[in-house]
């Protein structure tokens, strides 16, 4: 049969985990090393800088082996104690599982209702914040990019918000999706904790997660009294200046990030965060000339980082996903709780081009046509049109 032996790269076009490049796959296929010897304080070190680069801090950051929901226990269990109040906002999916996991710990949760296609309100936080003349409220949480939406949230408008109420709040902000991806500033925006994976714009297999700690979040760490052990900061951050971990590392994955930090530092991140940028223009003017829907209602708050696309009524999602699974082996992301079947995601993030894109949207276009989906034509052409006249006026300006 024609595809029963595919060849070529499957085409990962999923929102994470995304394509690893080939120097990071080498990196990592190397003999893993003693983590307690001198060779390893030196991977250490320098993988603990880069981060911190790259979530421009100049403040704690503490990596673990561990799936990005890991580092969400982390920051609740780290900074908080049994019944504190904290303010969550329903943007998705991934915003409703750190909620759960916030009711599981014995956390009091507040959860702002949402309706999946907006980002958060950062005048009902203030609102909110204001109200809260007690200062009940002991967090803030945030999900900067809701990976089931494709919706963003502008995490410097809630910091003002914040201010503006004058709460004591701390600021926790999921950056799974964003990191790396789009821009970030963990300083700069007054974020208390900044939780992250490895598996998307760091461009690494799952299975490293991240903290970072800002001053007040470090001391609100000493009397926080949910329990912990693993995830405990202390023990980190007592060892990590030396380079060293207080119990075996990931070693192989930190030999990929130490890889992938070098890739995006020598692209440069404000360029990484512009081809993202340009790669969800284009991946929009597709959905717009199919005459597809996009999930995200207001253009401020789209994602760099996957496009959520609605489909027709009476149209199943995930049969037209299988479609293009069978016929163009490539994984598109599916509809998640709320949304199953009823949008597929194109992942437009971490280490792609220009041509990667145009191979994506052209296999979700040809996949509309064998699914029976109504579509117009012409969407992959859109894209196109915007790839080659954006790249045009970069290399004008260049010149
Ligand atoms: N938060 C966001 C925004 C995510 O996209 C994900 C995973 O996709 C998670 C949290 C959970 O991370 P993990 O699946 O690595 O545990």
């Known amino acids: 049969a024609l595809h029963s032996h595919p060849s070529g790269r499957h085409f990962l076009q999923i929102p994470g985990p995304t394509n690893v490049p080939d120097r990071v796959l080498r990196a990592i296929d190397n003999a893993t090393i003693d983590h307690r010897g001198p060779e390893f304080g030196v991977l250490g070190k320098s993988v603990l800088a880069g981060m911190k680069k790259v979530f421009k801090t100049e403040a704690d950051v503490v990596i673990y082996p561990s799936s990005g929901t890991g580092a969400w226990e982390a920051a609740l269990v780290n900074t908080l104690s049994p019944g ?5 906002v329903e943007t998705g999916h991934f915003a409703t599982l750190w909620k759960k996991m916030a009711v599981k710990l014995g956390l009091r949760v507040e959860f702002l209702e949402g309706d999946w296609r907006h980002g958060i309100d950062a005048a009902q936080i203030h609102a909110r914040l204001t109200a809260d003349k007690a200062h009940e409220i002991k967090a803030v ?7 089931a939406t494709g919706v963003t949230s502008n995490i410097a408008a809630l910091r003002q918000a914040m201010d503006d109420s004058g709460h004591p709040a701390l ?69 990590n200046p030396s380079g060293y971990f207080p ?9 990929g990030l130490h890889e992938a930090l ?78 199953s079947d009823k949008v597929f995601r194109i992942g437009h993030l971490g280490d792609m081009n220009d ?31 915007h790839l080659a006249q954006s790249s045009m006026a970069a290399l004008a300006q260049a010149a």
């Open 84 to 88: 504190d109040l904290v303010l969550m």
């Open 141 to 147: 949480c945030a999900v900067h990019n809701e990976t």
């Open 171 to 239: 600021f926790m902000v999921d950056t799974i999706s964003s990191l790396g991806s789009m821009d970030y500033r963990h300083d700069e925006w007054g974020v208390d904790v900044t939780v992250a994976g490895s598996q998307k714009g760091l461009m690494l297999p799952p299975g490293l997660s991240f903290n970072a700690i800002s001053a007040k979040a470090l001391a609100a760490s000493g009397t926080a009294a949910l329990r912990r052990s693993y995830w405990d900061w202390k023990e980190m951050l007592a060892i």
């Open 247 to 255: 119990y075996t590392p990931a070693t192989n994955l930190l030999y």
């Open 262 to 339: 070098e890739m995006l530092f020598a692209e440069g991140l404000d360029h990484v965060f512009a081809r993202h940028r340009r790669y969800g223009e284009a991946t929009r003017e597709a959905a717009r000339a199919w005459g597809l829907d996009i999930l995200c209602k207001n253009p401020d708050e789209y994602s760099s980082v996957l496009t959520a696309v609605v489909m027709p009524d009476g149209h199943s999602a995930d049969a037209f996903r299988k479609v293009v699974l069978r016929h163009f082996d490539m994984s598109l992301g599916q509809g998640l709780s709320k949304l």
């Open 355 to 385: 041509l990667t894109l145009c191979g994506t949207l052209a296999g979700v276009e040809m996949g509309l046509g064998i699914a029976g989906v109504p579509h117009r034509k012409g969407g992959a052409q859109a894209a196109m049109d």
